[in-house]
């Protein structure tokens, strides 16, 4: 059964429709790159998915075990966020906060999956460091750690090397990649960077303002809006 189904969504914004009559199927063990130009509607649907927009049409359906609540989101980041007064400790902890439920506190489990999660991304000796103290890189592992504190099933990252130097880009792709590929969560990102995204993805959605094309990267690759875009003509 598929974590989450488009069937026929269409999301606007200010009573104009900015995507519409999207259908595409996520399973676990998918890595999902969503492409296309700026403006295309992307950021539209990534809000959709959170529940953060209502579609104007159409469902959005979740299965096989996952709420909406519990997939694990890193934004893109603004300059408060980047600003943000916290220890890296308190940030990464903070992905647990729907597992609270209504208790007011973090209980021994959840700071156990929050120092895991530390220990998986290679920031425990960050613990104690305020997270606007930090390099960029090391503030993408902050937040992914804190990502995966809030689920067990599905990522959705946006645009999450935007600022990043090729290197520390290189490496937030590998660590998303074994997240993937061992633990089986499912990935969705948002992402210019096309050729990253056919070289890691398993699936591409490819937008403008309604669907391009959705399937299988090795299919995108023969695909004419692929043919299109990784010629260079429209890639940003």
């Known amino acids: 059964m ?3 189904t488009c069937r026929d969504v269409s999301l606007a914004y200010e009573g104009r429709t900015v995507a519409a009559n999207i259908n595409f199927t996520i399973n676990t063990g998918d890595y999902l790159c969503i492409v296309g130009e700026n403006g295309s509607g992307k950021s539209t649907l990534i809000k959709g998915m959170l529940g953060l927009k209502q579609p104007s049409s159409g469902r959005i359906v979740f299965g096989d075990g996952l709420l909406q609540t519990q997939i694990g989101y890193l934004p893109q980041q603004t ?21 609270c439920g209504l208790r007011p506190f973090y209980n021994k489990k959840e700071k156990s999956v929050a120092k895991r ?3 998986r991304m290679g920031i425990e000796d ?3 460091r305020c997270y606007r103290e930090l390099s960029g890189g090391q503030k993408q592992r902050v937040l ?13 990252l946006d645009e999450p090397a935007t600022g990043l130097d090729p290197l520390v880009t290189a490496e937030l792709y590998d660590l998303v990649q074994t997240i993937n590929r061992e633990d089986q969560i499912a990935i969705v990102m948002v992402s210019h960077d096309i050729q990253s995204a056919v070289s890691h993805a398993s699936h591409i959605l490819h937008l403008n303002h309604t669907p391009l094309f959705f399937g299988t990267t090795e299919d995108y690759l023969h695909s004419e809006p692929g043919k299109l875009f990784l ?6």
């Open 144 to 156: 992914l750690a804190r990502a995966l504190c809030a689920t067990k099933k599905m990522l959705l």
């Open 2 to 4: 598929p974590l989450m």
């Open 117 to 119: 999660n530390m220990q």
């Open 231 to 236: 010629g260079g003509t429209h890639a940003s």
């Open 126 to 128: 960050l613990t104690s």
């Open 79 to 99: 300059p408060a966020q980047r600003d943000f007064p916290a220890t890296v400790w308190e940030v990464v902890l903070s992905g647990c906060l729907n597992r």
